[in-house]
């Protein structure tokens, strides 16, 4: 490469890499106000009317993640996400800030507690700089999902807030089990860490009907996260085999008698603008290791079933990924659902 052209791309690389770190700066109050719009335009007028007492039952589930079971151990190896479902929450302040499509069933509001774990391929030994780094997250979020019958969508709307990096607990969650373990040692690599930062982001997911063919069905699918963890836009489809409520009604979710359970398969594409356990945080930027440059396009599998029977569902699963960055696998793993309704 001739050496103008060279400097040309150096200073091009340089202003790029400079614009998406203000972007990100940028992303984290743009996530509030995104949340605040919506609160002023939409969350106004459903007050205008006199709306109707819905009274839901409450709700414990708990997913839990793992590679374990595809027989590996890298990447996002060990996940945990505890949802507790209770009207009441949609009396916090911070419920004001999820979107409101003014569908005629009261929402469904719910707190989230999510754990995540990074690791790269190798683990023995200290990481390679061309492999992912050691990251975790922590996250406490309100989630509210609207479901319209009517017209056949549930749009769901999360604003959450954490931790990235040792305080986030993934090296004290790893290290412990394995010392629990009889046959494992713990992982010294967590030394090279993504570095601790602050964590906020808004999400936004849709899903439509396409066509029903009775217990055949295909959905849409859409969704966005802004500010970090990870901001991306994905959209898919979702073939469904069943029996029970009507998916889009809160009832398929919070029915506490009768028998339903779901088959499916999706496909999406994700385009992702920046992954902070790969590219390290917006305010710290002390990590020993980072990836730079990420592979912003990626596809994605997941197959799964579940099962309700009166006030208890289970489900399982498993999700597959392409490759993050160079030099990275496709990655795949599995997942576990338990809930209950009191």
């Known amino acids: 490469m001739p050496v103008g052209l060279q400097r040309f791309y150096g200073i091009f690389a340089g202003m790029f890499h400079w614009l998406s770190k203000l972007y990100l ?20 007028q459903r007050y205008l009317v006199p709306e109707e007492v819905i009274e839901y039952p409450r709700r414990l589930q708990v997913m839990w ?11 996002y190896t060990n996940g945990l996400q505890i949802e507790y479902h209770s009207q009441h929450l949609g009396n916090s302040a911070v419920s004001k800030l999820l979107f409101d499509p003014l569908v005629e069933s009261a929402p469904i509001y719910s707190l989230l507690l999510t754990h995540e774990i990074y690791t790269p391929r190798n683990v023995l030994g200290d990481p390679v700089r061309t492999d992912r780094p050691y990251a975790g997250v922590l996250l406490l979020g309100l989630k509210g999902a609207f479901y319209d019958d009517d017209h056949q969508f549930v749009l769901s709307s999360t604003i959450q807030a954490g931790l990235l990096g040792r305080y986030a607990g993934g090296q004290f969650v790893q290290n412990g089990i394995h010392v629990l373990l009889p046959a494992s040692e713990p992982i010294p690599g967590w030394t090279y860490q993504i570095q601790q930062d602050m964590l906020l982001s808004y999400l936004v997911d849709y899903q439509k009907l396409l066509f029903d063919a009775g217990k055949l069905q ?19 489809i979702r073939l469904r085999y069943g029996q029970g409520d009507d998916y889009f009604s809160p009832r398929q979710i919070l029915a506490v008698d009768g028998l339903q359970y779901n088959i499916f398969a999706e496909a999406s594409t994700r385009y992702v603008v920046y992954d902070a356990t790969l590219q390290g945080g917006a305010f710290n930027r002390e990590s020993p290791h980072t990836v730079e440059v990420i592979n912003p396009l990626l596809a994605q599998l997941k197959a799964g079933a579940s099962i309700r029977y009166h006030k208890v569902n289970t489900g399982i699963g498993a999700q597959w990924v392409s490759a993050k960055f160079e030099n990275a696998l496709p990655h795949k793993w599995a997942y576990f659902v338990i809930g209950f309704l009191f």
């Open 25 to 44: 700066r940028l992303s984290l109050v743009g996530a509030i106000l995104l949340g605040a719009s919506f609160l002023s335009a939409q969350g106004f």
């Open 65 to 75: 993640a793992n590679d374990v079971f595809f027989q590996t151990d890298r990447y």
């Open 218 to 236: 295909m959905d849409a699918l859409a969704a966005t996260s802004l500010g970090l963890p990870l901001t991306d836009f994905s959209g898919g």
